[in-house]
């Protein structure tokens, strides 16, 4: 359960930009292969934003879809998985071009 | 919480030297430094004066589980974890009267900078690193026993030894005769570039050194934070699935090297071998991969080599 203290990151990190506003909205951007579950995430959100300026604040996420790109065959490839090799018939690396994102965008106060 | 004196914060960390001195690192950030005398009274005074105090009436984080405020509740419900994209041009839009401060911050970022004032120390000392990481059982402090044993005539060591509760594991490293310092993550699950800092600076690595750092045992958590090290080091016992590596790519994906453990067992398992190793370059291609039996000593020897390169490698030596 990493995402507690992840969670407990981003509330530290709003409240500094906050400068004491109540914060209204907070919006992330995960990728779906970040290696964080957000439905943990927003039930960490929920617990460690009481008693903080974000105690009101709505959690928007936007999801990233993973995508590779093969080093030899330069094809894109959806990712819903980690993978690392292409499935084309040179089997070469795949490079991740997205959906390993784990951002706080912005807040609105 | 601390194994030593029952401090029963939950989300604090405690440090302990194995000299009784250790250090509770409160949600706040807080530190607070106290010693225990061994085989004493266990009563003792554990004053914790004003924010210090606070940090631990609110560690329960399960308590307020159901007590979002309504707005937080409804404003954005999904039905499970079903994938979804927001449209960025319609929900970044803010409302009349309030304010969008645009961060584009990485989560990860306040670790990753604490993991480079980690490798900063690690280079001046000539440390060479090591972060081994597995689930639990998977033979990392049995490993590490052996592993202290064979390097101590020939390199310094030292370890950093990561486990929810209790010193027992670092009590029984001590034993090799190698400096050890315990850190307890209380409820935290993984160890973080900031508490292996606290730690250093109780352990006092001697300069040229490897050091260990045996994480949690978990295959999720610990792949996400970086510690500053030199490699990553993954075991995989044989009494495991083959496809291990396969359902917990973020953690395999990053290990320079990937230890097969307890292969003195292969004869009584039906574990597929090449399978196994299959499943480990699907996620980590460029990832070197021994087998070892830390019981009959094959491979051992293979991995101290190892060792000895990465340190050659890192400070030069």
Not at chain 2, 221 to 244: I, N, Q, W, Y
């Amino acid at each position: 359960m990493h995402e507690l203290s992840l969670t407990q990151s981003i509330v530290a990190t709003c409240e500094r930009h906050a400068e004491g506003q109540p914060v209204k909205r907070v919006m992330l951007k995960v990728g779906r292969l970040a290696g964080v579950e957000l439905d943990a995430l927003r039930f960490c959100f929920g617990v460690c934003s009481e008693q903080t300026l974000l105690r009101e604040a709505t959690l928007e996420i936007e999801e990233i879809p993973g995508l590779g790109e093969c080093q030899q065959c330069h094809q894109r490839v959806d990712m819903d998985r980690l993978i690392a090799v292409c499935p084309c018939e040179k089997r070469a690396r795949l490079r991740l071009v997205a959906g390993d994102e784990f951002m706080i965008q912005a807040i609105e106060v | 919480m601390c194994g030593t004196c029952g401090c029963s914060d939950p989300s604090n960390v405690t440090i302990d030297d194995g000299r009784g001195v250790h250090t509770h690192i409160l949600a706040d950030g807080t530190e607070v430094t106290h010693s225990h005398e061994r085989g004493g009274s266990q009563h003792h005074a554990h004053e914790h004066g004003g924010s210090q105090h606070h940090a631990h009436e609110h560690g329960g984080s399960q308590h307020h589980g159901h007590e979002h405020g309504g707005s937080q509740h409804h404003a954005h419900e999904h039905g499970g974890s079903q994938p979804h994209t927001h449209h960025s041009d319609r929900s970044i839009a803010p409302a009349h009267d309030t304010t969008l401060i645009t961060l584009e911050q990485r989560v990860l970022a306040k670790n990753e900078r604490l993991a480079e004032r980690n490798r900063a120390f690690f280079l001046g000392r000539k440390l060479s690193v090591v972060n081994l990481m597995s689930s639990p059982g998977s033979g990392k402090t049995c490993l590490l026993e052996r592993t202290l044993t064979e390097l101590r005539p020939h390199v310094d060591v030292a370890v950093l030894e990561g486990d929810q509760e209790t010193s027992n594991d670092a009590a029984r490293l001590r034993q090799t005769g190698a400096p050890v310092v315990q850190i307890n993550t209380g409820t935290g699950c993984h160890l973080e570039a900031d508490m292996v800092w606290r730690g250093l600076s109780q352990l006092d690595p001697p300069a040229g050194s490897t050091l260990f750092i045996e994480n949690v045992g978990n295959l999720v958590c610990p792949a996400l934070f970086d510690l500053g090290e030199h490699a990553r080091v993954v075991l995989f016992s044989v009494t495991e699935g083959e496809d291990k590596p396969v359902k917990y790519p973020h953690m395999f994906r990053r290990a320079d090297l990937v230890l097969l453990t307890k292969t003195d067992l292969l004869p009584y398992l039906e574990f597929d071998l090449d399978r196994a190793h299959s499943s480990i370059t699907e996620v980590a291609p460029d990832a070197e991969v021994l087998q070892l039996s830390t019981k009959s000593g094959e491979g051992v020897d293979a991995w101290v080599q190892w060792l000895k390169r990465l340190s050659r490698e890192t400070v030069g030596r």
